[in-house]
C-alpha cells in the first residue's frame, strides 16, 4: 500500500548544524524557491549563528564552537519517500566569512537567515516550501485564537524518521500589533528545543482558502523573569521574500 503523507510533511526538514565536524545542536528548516530555478535554505538567524534567539549567547554546551556547516536530507526517489540522504552546504568561506545572510536592514533584529543551496545534485533533489512566485505575499491577518500548525523537529533522535511532528498552535497577540517593532507575531504552543526554523502554516478555511497557508517562521518561546513561556514567535513570511530578493540583486 502507498504511503499516504500530508504534503507539507515533505516540506519541513531536519538540521543538524556542526563545529569541526562535531554536531553542536540540530534545528529545523525549509527551502525556498527562487526564479531561474535557484533554491535557499531558510531557518533562523539564532540558528546560523549558533546563539539563543533572545540573549544573543551561544548555550554552554557549545563550548567556543561556532557553527560552521549545516547538515540537511535530500530525496533519493520520488516513488520512495523515505529514502533520503544527507548533504551538508558550509556557512564560511575559505577566508572564514560567512556565506549565509541575514535580512538586508534590521540583520539579528529579524530571526531570519538563509543561504543558496544547490537545486539538485547526484546526492538528490529538494522539495521547496512552495512553488516560486514574483509576488511577494504577506502573512495573512488571522483572527484572535485561529489555529496554525508548527511542522518541525522537537525531538533529536526523530522517532518519526526524516518526517516533521506537527505542533498545535494559535494566535495569541494582535496581527496588527507588531512585535517588538518587528512583523511578527505571538502564538500559545507547547514547542521545545528543535523547532527553531520551523515552517508555520494555516489550515483551510482558517482564512477562507481551500488550501494550507504558508504563514511564516518559527523563532522560539520568549523568556519573561528568566522564565520560558508556553509563548513563542512566528516572523512574517514577507521577511523571507526580502531577505532573500535584497540579495539576489546585490543590495549587500
Known amino acids: 500500500m502507498p504511503l499516504r503523507i500530508h504534503g507539507l510533511s515533505l516540506r519541513s526538514v531536519p538540521l543538524i548544524i556542526n563545529c569541526n565536524g562535531q554536531e553542536l545542536f540540530r534545528a529545523t528548516g525549509f527551502f525556498w524557491q527562487w526564479e531561474n530555478g535557484r533554491t535557499f535554505l ?64 534590521h540583520g539579528s533584529a529579524v530571526d531570519v537567515a538563509a543561504i ?22 504577506s502573512t495573512p491577518r488571522y483572527e484572535m485564537t485561529s489555529p496554525l500548525s508548527i511542522v518541525g523537529f522537537p525531538i533529536s533522535r ?21 512585535y517588538d517593532g518587528k512583523r ?22 482558517c482564512k477562507e482558502t481551500e488550501d494550507w497557508t504558508f504563514a511564516g517562521i518559527y523563532s522560539g518561546r520568549i523568556i ?13 513570511r514577507e521577511l523571507i521574500y526580502d531577505t532573500i530578493l535584497c540579495k539576489s540583486v546585490g543590495v549587500f
Open 116 to 137: 543558496e543551496v544547490p537545486t539538485k545534485n547526484d546526492k538528490g533533489f529538494l522539495q521547496p516550501i512552495e512553488d516560486y512566485s514574483v509576488e511577494r505575499k
Open 158 to 178: 526523530r522517532p518519526t524518521g526524516f518526517f516533521p511532528i506537527w505542533i498545535q498552535a494559535t494566535v495569541a497577540s494582535e496581527m496588527d500589533i507588531s
Open 42 to 105: 531558510v531557518s533562523n538567524w539564532h540558528v546560523f549563528a549558533g546563539c539563543h534567539h533572545i540573549t544573543k549567547k551561544a548555550p554552554v554546551e557549545h563550548g567556543s564552537g561556532t557553527p560552521e556547516e549545516i547538515a540537511y536530507p535530500r530525496f533519493i526517489n520520488s516513488n520512495d519517500l523515505h529514502e533520503r540522504m544527507w548533504d551538508a552546504v558550509s556557512l564560511k568561506d575559505t577566508d572564514g566569512c560567512n556565506i549565509w545572510f541575514q535580512h538586508h536592514f
Open 184 to 205: 511578527a507575531f505571538l502564538v500559545d504552543a507547547l514547542t521545545s528545543t528543535g523547532m527553531s526554523g520551523s515552517p508555520v502554516f494555516s489550515p483551510p478555511n
Open 224 to 236: 519573561e523573569n528568566k522564565v520560558e513561556l508556553p509563548l513563542g514567535v512566528v516572523w512574517n
